[in-house]
């Protein structure tokens, strides 16, 4: 629409005006006349004529400049040039009246008429109406729907037509981000003082203990859709969920033969894994090793003998050692009796006995015990003197030739008694027996149809990676020890991350096998009569030593991609939560299992926090950045007629000759009161209309 200045003066010599003269301005894109249009094709003054604008758009036919160098106002034409209105010889200050202000019709051309002369210029306006719409007739509002989470930020629609009244200042929030804990909240403006977009930063609470996970209720019946509710104020972040932890717990030896299991005696999001992983087989009972040669005899003695006092317990003490025990006594004295009347003198009476009861072997490293089996006055002491601890194993001499059996000689007469012999010497330890079968990780496969179907052993056992369980060869067909992962949690919110757990201990080195059981004792024979001592025998052949078991297999763990380790050995990566395995050939496999269980399902939706408090109104932001043109959008229906912007003219300033016009509203762009400062001398009533628009 274009803009329209007339007026009736036809007397002033070289003035631009004529009788109904009409000078268009095709950049006015509005149906009245504001501060805002104005400001729009009003360039600023300039050192020479500009090729862009501040913005670095194009020139416009209709917009203003003024040039410093010339003191002279341009305008832009339709031929795309910069015309300057001449100016006449200079004289007495112009003045400048308004008229008459008219509401015209919607849609018409809005015109200014100056129905005085350029010297005192009287400026009749016609404003047109803005096209108002009817309105339409309100719906019924339906119930309020749940809280929804704040949409992004949609495309900035087209610019609507202006109405003739100035509309309010409109905010709307752009969107609304978490913040880090502990830190400022803040708001940006990324809209316009009048068409503020606001976009929130709202630090994130600390992290709070982990709420239990309450049941999940039954599913509502489908509600009618509502209408869409105003965006609420976003509620604080909910607190972080504890991380799930896997510790090991006990570790058992099961019986030879059974099946590896692993159990799960914690909980789905703090596991605690039992293992018990079966005992090897006994081997085979080695040879009975050579005897040894006879060790020396412990030997008793007694040392002091005390009387304690009444009352007290005997005691007994060692002040020797082990092997040549010196025994200190004290007996208690017996309690003084009530004196009796003196008797008749009687005969001597027999003294107070001592005997060695019996003499025991105990254990090794255990203590020496004195029992009493008789009384205070025939005392029969029985000792346990503990064996010596066996002292290092000498070499095995070479076995001697088996002598031929001798004739069964003639029972000889039952003898004395003979002293208790010394002790023989430990035989020196058998051959170890062959290794028990366990479990031998030989690696993984994809699934149980990829398990191989010949050359297995027993114990041999793999990691199936589709169900991600252990499969164990039972010596005739694989069977599953179980999943090694726990069953799938329910999702819970992310926790913090926690410290770096310390490195485990090395497991303890399995225990050896059990000695095998020893030969039965053959039947005590006759005790003949003391012979003479016999020469000493020539030393047996030292054994040939056993051949050496097969290595164990071993779980390893550390942080990162495995190392170190023989092979068969697993590697558990506890930075990434992987295991590897088994090391073959030197070297460790490139791939891996993974430790953690797949992603749970998403949890049923929350119920809708309460609405929270009213927020305090932010500053107003800075002005954005002029944003595209967006498509032009469907017409508006037609709104309410709109009253009339106006215009009145405020103060009147007689500037310097040669000083630059100026004109500032000091009302608003409805209700415009401007205030003019003019130079000395004739001023163009084309120029003045135009800077009026």
């Known amino acids: 629409?274009?803009?329209?200045?007339?007026?009736?003066?036809?007397?002033v010599p070289g003035s631009v005006f004529a009788s109904s003269e009409e000078v268009n301005i095709a950049a006015a894109t509005a149906s009245d006349v504001s501060l805002k249009e104005f400001q729009e094709i009003w360039l600023g003054p300039h050192t020479s004529a500009p090729?862009?604008?501040?913005?670095?758009?194009?020139?416009?036919?209709?917009?203003?400049?003024?040039?410093?160098?010339?003191?002279?106002?341009?305008?832009?034409?339709?031929?795309?040039?910069?015309?300057?209105?001449?100016?006449?010889?200079?004289?007495?200050?112009?003045?400048?009246?308004?008229?008459?202000?008219?509401a015209s019709a919607s849609g018409a051309t809005p015109t200014i008429t100056n129905v005085g002369t350029n010297q005192a210029a009287v400026l009749n306006f016609v404003l047109p109406r803005g096209a108002v719409g009817a309105t339409g007739p309100q719906g019924a509002t339906g119930a309020t729907g749940a809280q929804g989470n704040v949409g992004a930020q949609g495309p900035t629609g087209p610019n609507g037509a202006d109405g003739t009244n100035g509309t309010n200042a409109t905010i709307q929030v752009a969107g609304t981000t978490t913040g880090p804990a502990g830190g400022s909240a803040s708001v940006v403006n990324n809209g316009t003082t009048s068409a503020a977009s606001l976009a929130f930063t709202i630090p994130r609470g600390n992290t709070g203990a982990t709420g239990l996970t309450g049941?999940?209720?039954?599913?509502?019946?489908?509600?009618?859709?509502?209408?869409?509710?105003?965006?609420?104020?976003?509620?604080?972040?909910?607190?972080?969920?504890?991380?799930?932890?896997?510790?090991?717990?006990?570790?058992?030896?099961?019986?030879?033969?059974?099946?590896?299991?692993?159990?799960?005696?914690?909980?789905?999001?703090?596991?605690?894994?039992?293992?018990?992983?079966?005992?090897?087989?006994?081997?085979?009972?080695?040879?009975?090793?050579?005897?040894?040669?006879?060790?020396?005899?412990?030997?008793?003695?007694?040392g002091n003998v005390s009387t304690g006092s009444a009352g007290s317990s005997v005691s007994v003490s060692n002040s020797g050692t082990s092997s040549a025990a010196i025994f200190d006594i004290v007996i208690p004295k017996g309690d003084t009796g009530n004196t009796g009347a003196t008797g008749a003198a009687g005969s001597n009476g027999a003294a107070a006995s001592i005997a060695l009861g019996s003499?025991?072997?105990?254990?090794?490293?255990?203590?020496?015990?004195?029992?009493?089996?008789?009384?205070?006055?025939?005392?029969?002491?029985?000792?346990?003197?503990?064996r010596g601890t066996t002292g290092a194993t000498g070499s095995v001499g070479?076995?001697?030739?088996?002598?031929?059996?001798?004739?069964?000689?003639?029972?000889?007469v039952q003898g004395d008694a003979g002293n208790t012999g010394a002790?023989?010497?430990?035989?020196?330890?058998?051959?170890?027996?062959?290794?028990?079968?366990?479990?031998?990780?030989?690696?993984?496969?994809?699934?149980?149809?990829?398990?191989?179907?010949?050359?297995?052993s027993s114990g041999d056992a793999y990691?199936?990676?589709?169900?991600?369980?252990?499969?164990?060869?039972?010596?005739?067909?694989?069977?599953?020890?179980?999943?090694?992962?726990?069953?799938?949690?329910?999702?819970?919110?992310?926790?913090?991350?926690?410290?770096?757990?310390?490195?485990?201990?090395?497991?303890?080195?399995?225990?050896?096998?059990?000695?095998?059981?020893?030969?039965?004792?053959?039947?005590?024979?006759?005790?003949?009569a003391q012979g003479p001592q016999g020469t000493t025998g020539a030393t047996g052949a030292a054994g040939s030593n056993g051949s050496a078991g097969a290595d164990g297999k071993t779980v390893l763990n550390g942080?990162?991609?495995?190392?170190?380790?023989?092979?068969?050995?697993?590697?558990?990566?506890?930075?990434?939560?992987?295991?590897?395995?088994?090391?073959?050939?030197?070297?460790?496999?490139?791939?891996?299992?993974?430790?953690?269980?797949?992603?749970?399902?998403?949890?049923?939706?929350?119920?809708?926090?309460?609405?929270?408090?009213?927020?305090?109104?932010?500053?107003?932001?800075?002005?954005?950045?002029?944003?595209?043109?967006?498509?032009?959008?469907?017409?508006?229906?037609?709104?309410?007629?709109?009253?009339?912007?106006?215009?009145?003219?405020?103060?009147v300033t007689t500037g310097a000759p040669g000083s630059n016009v100026a004109i500032t509203n000091s009302g608003s762009s409805t209700a415009a009161t401007l205030n003019f400062t003019i130079p000395s001398g004739a001023v163009d009533a084309v120029a003045m209309a135009i800077a009026l628009g």
């Open 463 to 528: 990691i199936v990676q589709s169900d991600d369980s252990l499969r164990v060869y039972d010596g005739s067909s694989f069977v599953s020890g179980g999943s090694i992962q726990g069953p799938q949690g329910a999702t819970g919110a992310t926790g913090a991350t926690g410290p770096q757990g310390t490195q485990g201990i090395q497991g303890a080195t399995g225990s050896q096998g059990a000695t095998g059981p020893a030969g039965s004792t053959g039947p005590q024979g006759a005790t003949g």
């Open 559 to 651: 942080s990162g991609a495995p190392t170190g380790g023989s092979d068969g050995d697993f590697w558990i990566d506890t930075t990434n939560d992987r295991i590897y395995g088994p090391k073959a050939s030197g070297s460790w496999p490139g791939g891996f299992t993974s430790l953690i269980g797949p992603q749970g399902a998403t949890g049923s939706q929350g119920a809708t926090g309460a609405q929270g408090p009213q927020g305090t109104t932010g500053a107003a932001g800075s002005n954005g950045s002029t944003g595209a043109t967006g498509a032009q959008g469907p017409a508006g229906a037609t709104g309410a007629a709109g009253t009339a912007a106006t215009v009145a003219v405020g103060s």
């Open 359 to 386: 003499v025991s072997t105990g254990a090794a490293g255990s203590n020496v015990t004195i029992t009493n089996s008789g009384n205070s006055q025939a005392a029969t002491f029985n000792f346990s003197i503990p």
């Open 215 to 302: 049941p999940t209720g039954p599913t509502g019946p489908q509600g009618d859709t509502g209408p869409q509710g105003a965006t609420g104020i976003n509620g604080t972040n909910g607190t972080n969920g504890a991380a799930a932890t896997i510790t090991v717990g006990s570790v058992a030896t099961g019986a030879s033969g059974t099946n590896a299991t692993v159990s799960n005696s914690g909980s789905t999001s703090a596991a605690t894994l039992n293992f018990s992983i079966p005992r090897g087989a006994t081997g085979a009972t080695g040879s009975a090793g050579a005897n040894g040669s006879n060790g020396s005899a412990a030997t008793i003695a007694v």
């Open 1 to 11: 629409m274009g803009f329209t200045v007339t007026t009736t003066d036809h007397d």
């Open 423 to 456: 002790t023989g010497a430990t035989g020196p330890q058998g051959a170890q027996g062959t290794v028990g079968p366990g479990i031998d990780f030989k690696g993984q496969v994809a699934n149980p149809a990829a398990l191989p179907s010949s050359g297995n």
């Open 51 to 102: 090729t862009t604008t501040a913005h670095g758009s194009a020139i416009a036919t209709g917009m203003l400049y003024f040039n410093t160098t010339s003191n002279d106002l341009f305008v832009r034409t339709t031929n795309n040039t910069w015309e300057s209105p001449a100016l006449g010889a200079q004289g007495s200050a112009a003045t400048l009246t308004v008229g008459t202000v008219t």
């Open 398 to 412: 070479a076995t001697g030739p088996q002598g031929a059996t001798g004739a069964q000689g003639p029972q000889g």
